[in-house]
């Protein structure tokens, strides 16, 4: 037992817990977005052999033998990321600027609004990168609340830390006590971690909203 476990990092023995640094994050959204664009995506989760090539496909990749269900649970925890911001970024009293990247919402607002969405803590001072892909992958998997005018999207800049949440902090931005309590909070119970990253986040919010609109809520569970 001592044995497979001391090699467990090296063998094709699956790992007691998965590990998302920001590579391995990387790895499987690029794997996701490349089964999407085959086709094994058909509704709002992948068919068996789209989950299996991603599944073989993560080992060569990353070297790293992470089952079905591990995979599976990394999925929903970036779907709902996203979709918090998402509706995050598309409520209007939150005033985002996709050309500044910066919320225009007053510290009330925000407390107001994370105490009813107290998931969105996280973003209070991060933002969620990778948007371009995940807008692809998730492409009409969920409704997002008010909306802005559609505008062009924007590539991205990825950056490189150590969490599944690629994230850049907003430019002077400064916390209060409250929001602030609440953040840390969020991301304390959060199975995920939330660092800031070096990368810029560039990509505007009406194409997201447009695939959005009028779809049905998330479907659970897949094959």
Known sequence: ???????????????????????????????CL????????????????GWRNIEESFYKKAGLRYDKKQLKNHWDATKEQWKTWCKLISTNSMKWDPNTRKFGASEEDWANYIQ???EAAQFRFKELVFTDKLDTIFDGTV???ETEPPTRRRRLSDGSTT??????EPRGAKPDSRTERLCEAVESRSIVTV???LGKLNYSIGECIDCLD??????????
């Open 1 to 31: 037992m001592a044995s497979e476990q001391k090699n467990s990092g090296t063998s094709t023995l699956k790992p007691r817990k998965a590990t998302w640094t920001t590579d391995f994050h990387e790895i499987f959204v690029d794997l």
């Open 34 to 49: 490349e089964q999407t664009l085959k086709g094994n995506k058909p509704g709002t989760h992948f068919t068996k052999e």
């Open 116 to 118: 009813a969405n107290p």
């Open 143 to 145: 409704v997002c609340g």
């Open 163 to 168: 969490s599944l949440l690629h994230t850049k």
């Open 195 to 197: 660092q800031s990253s």
């Open 214 to 223: 009028g779809m049905e809520e998330v479907e659970q569970g897949s094959d």
